[in-house]
């Protein structure tokens, strides 16, 4: 399927703001061997979302706005330019006061955004489109976060098979059971009922438990002969072959922190 190209005009600077937002930074990830960032992030679940489009359009037809969620991949983040980047392991733990004050927080960072850049993103007000990657109270914005988890889950996964133990949490834990990226993409046909109808049609898309530990322990640094290998994990693959099919293999064999 072809798309036609996002138009952000009058973003200057936002591109290199997201550039700067490093991914992934905690105590329990000290090191990431192959790190990216916001701006990586961004296109990478854009990606994810176009290569499933045909899928969500044979569920919801007309009712799924294709235009809508594609920008809103792109621009999903970029009240962390703000606000800076809260880690998923980090809201987990959160008091739910905790929770209501960041929700302020990104809220108040919404009008803000839209006075530095642009009321118009592609065609749709900005602050409609950053409302509702926070609210998710639209069809496309709780796939758009779905797709957002999906590659959070895959760059820990890269890392797992590159054979970085700090991943194991995020991964979905020692068996992937009840941890990590595993569960929090399980739960999204009972957290949003929408949802139900399109994992039902296409169950491939929840990733299933592995024995990450093993993976970490037989992993090594990735190069370009090595990674055109299967990994023997579904979920990892099909990120892979969207990533690579759409960026390369530079950023994903190139290692950064050591």
């Not at 600077?13 to 550039?19: M, P, V, W, Y």
């Not at 929408?194 to 296409?202: D, K």
Request: hydrophobic share 40%; charged share 30%.
């Amino acid at each position: 399927m072809d798309f036609e190209p996002i138009r952000l005009d009058g973003f200057e600077g936002r591109e290199e703001a997201l550039a700067g937002i490093k991914r992934y930074i905690h105590d329990i990830t000290p090191i990431m061997f192959y790190r990216t960032n916001d701006l990586i992030h961004s296109r990478r679940v854009l990606w994810h979302l176009e290569e499933a489009i045909p899928d969500i359009v044979n569920v919801y037809g007309g009712d799924f706005d294709i235009g809508f969620a594609r920008t809103l991949a792109l621009v999903h983040d970029d009240v962390e330019i703000l606000t800076g980047d809260v880690q998923l392991y980090d809201k987990e733990h959160m008091a739910r006061e905790e929770l209501e004050a960041l929700a302020r927080e990104e809220n108040n960072a919404i009008p803000k955004m839209v006075a530095r850049y642009n009321a118009i993103a592609n065609g749709y007000a900005y602050d409609e489109l950053l409302t509702a990657a926070k609210a998710k109270n639209r069809l496309e914005a709780q796939l758009v976060s779905f797709f957002d988890k999906f590659d959070g889950g895959g760059e820990a996964w890269h890392e797992i098979w590159a054979g970085n133990h700090n991943f194991l949490r995020p991964a979905g834990g020692d068996s992937g059971h009840n941890g990590g990226y595993v569960r929090q993409l399980n739960e999204f046909p009972s957290k949003y009922p929408a949802l139900g109808t399109f994992f039902a049609e296409f169950p491939d898309y929840l990733p299933a438990p592995f024995d990450f530990k093993s993976a970490a322990e037989q992993g090594l640094l990735h190069t370009e002969f090595s990674f055109g290998r299967d990994s023997g994990y579904a979920p990892y693959e099909r990120w892979k072959k969207t990533v690579m099919k759409r960026e390369g293999v530079d950023l994903l064999v190139r290692q950064v922190e050591f």
